[in-house]
């Protein structure tokens, strides 16, 4: 099992003919993921890596039965194609483009509600279940299947901790990017969510940083329920300056935002287990394991 994507998994690419669609597709697909087609306005009837071009994403999804998206297109045409494709019901849409407008992204958060769609990004990584189905943009020549899942606000980190994983033969369920803007779809709490009801991952690892309200929130959800399986969380930021961006928009330690050592400190009074830096999770995760 999984969370979110399987090999069953159908993967439709809005912005699919152009350069970083055409690169992410063909990878994917040769991973062995099961894209079905793309989506390019005007190009409607033709081809592309092999795969039929719809001009809207509801006639891709009518013809190809797919189930899923992945978004690359340019940042002021992002919140559209999303905002499509959760009208068209697809299961699950990924946005890895980068500085959608926020005010862009109250008009798909409002699309959202109600909605059946997962959404993963904007500004994220992706997700990958090992050997089965990759959306994004996730390395995945280190990804092994198993029992942990994997949820991170931070990309270098997310492929940094899924090979050191992966060396210690601790393969993955799934992976996923939820994405490093202050404003996306599924957050820390929902993926939690998700890993509790999986069958097949036995610790969930959690990859935070400063700003936002992500951490504190998931320290709230460990904290009311009884989550009955290994949280091992490592949040990254403790030598930040207060009120410096780091690195992206998600990475903003202001307007009330907690600190890393008090994101720390919640998360540890909520029963999750703390890494002390990246080398630190796999040694963590074992212990859980074993204990």
Same mark, same amino acid.
């Given at each position: 099992?999984?969370?979110?994507?399987?090999?069953?998994?159908?993967? %439709?690419?809005? +912005?699919?003919?152009?350069?970083?669609?055409?690169?992410?597709?063909?990878?994917?697909?040769?991973?062995?993921?099961?894209?079905?087609?793309?989506?390019?306005?005007?190009?409607?009837?033709?081809?592309?890596?092999?795969?039929?071009?719809?001009?809207?994403?509801?006639?891709?999804?009518?013809?190809?039965?797919?189930?899923?998206?992945?978004?690359?297109?340019?940042?002021?045409?992002?919140?559209?194609?999303?905002?499509?494709?959760?009208?068209?019901?697809?299961?699950?849409?990924? &946005?890895?483009?980068?500085?959608?407008?926020?005010?862009?992204?109250?008009?798909?958060?409002?699309?959202?509600?109600?909605?059946?769609?997962?959404?993963?990004?904007?500004?994220?990584?992706?997700?990958?279940?090992?050997?089965? &189905?990759?959306?994004?943009?996730?390395?995945?020549?280190?990804?092994?299947?198993?029992?942990?899942?994997?949820?991170?606000?931070?990309?270098?980190?997310?492929?940094?901790?899924?090979?050191? &994983?992966?060396?210690?033969?601790?393969?993955?369920?799934?992976? %996923?990017?939820?994405?490093?803007?202050?404003?996306?779809?599924?957050?820390?709490?929902? &993926?939690?969510?998700?890993?509790?009801?999986?069958?097949?991952?036995?610790?969930?690892?959690?990859?935070?940083? %400063?700003?936002?309200?992500?951490?504190?929130?998931?320290?709230?959800?460990?904290?009311?329920?009884?989550?009955?399986?290994?949280?091992? *969380?490592?949040?990254?930021?403790?030598?930040?300056?207060?009120?410096?961006?780091?690195?992206?928009?998600?990475?903003?330690?202001?307007?009330?935002?907690?600190?890393?050592?008090?994101? %720390? *400190?919640?998360?540890?009074?909520? +029963?999750?287990?703390? *890494?002390?830096? *990246?080398?630190?999770?796999?040694?963590?995760?074992?212990?859980?394991?074993?204990?």
């Amino acid at each position: 099992m999984a969370i979110l994507v399987n090999k069953d998994t159908k993967v %439709i690419v809005q +912005g699919m003919t152009g350069r970083a669609g055409t690169f992410y597709a063909d990878q994917a697909m040769r991973y062995g993921s099961d894209y079905v087609g793309g989506v390019r306005p005007g190009r409607g009837g033709s081809k592309h890596l092999g795969l039929p071009v719809f001009h809207d994403v509801a006639t891709a999804v009518k013809e190809t039965g797919a189930t899923a998206s992945l978004v690359v297109v340019p940042a002021p045409q992002a919140a559209d194609a999303m905002i499509e494709a959760i009208e068209a019901e697809l299961d699950v849409v990924v &946005c890895v483009t980068e500085r959608v407008p926020q005010h862009d992204m109250t008009r798909v958060k409002q699309a959202l509600e109600g909605s059946k769609t997962a959404l993963i990004g904007p500004n994220s990584q992706g997700i990958l279940t090992p050997d089965q &189905c990759k959306i994004g943009v996730m390395p995945t020549k280190d990804a092994t299947p198993g029992g942990v899942g994997i949820v991170s606000r931070s990309a270098s980190l997310t492929s940094e901790i899924l090979a050191n &994983c992966s060396a210690a033969d601790l393969g993955q369920s799934t992976t %996923i990017g939820i994405g490093g803007d202050a404003l996306h779809g599924l957050g820390f709490v929902e &993926c939690l969510k998700l890993f509790r009801e999986d069958d097949e991952t036995e610790v969930v690892v959690l990859i935070g940083e %400063i700003g936002g309200r992500e951490e504190e929130l998931a320290a709230e959800y460990l904290a009311d329920v009884s989550y009955e399986k290994p949280v091992v *969380a490592l949040v990254v930021g403790r030598e930040a300056p207060p009120g410096r961006r780091m690195g992206h928009a998600g990475t903003l330690s202001a307007l009330g935002a907690l600190s890393a050592s008090e994101k %720390i *400190a919640k998360l540890r009074n909520a +029963g999750a287990v703390i *890494a002390e830096d *990246a080398s630190d999770v796999v040694t963590k995760v074992i212990a859980k394991k074993n204990g």
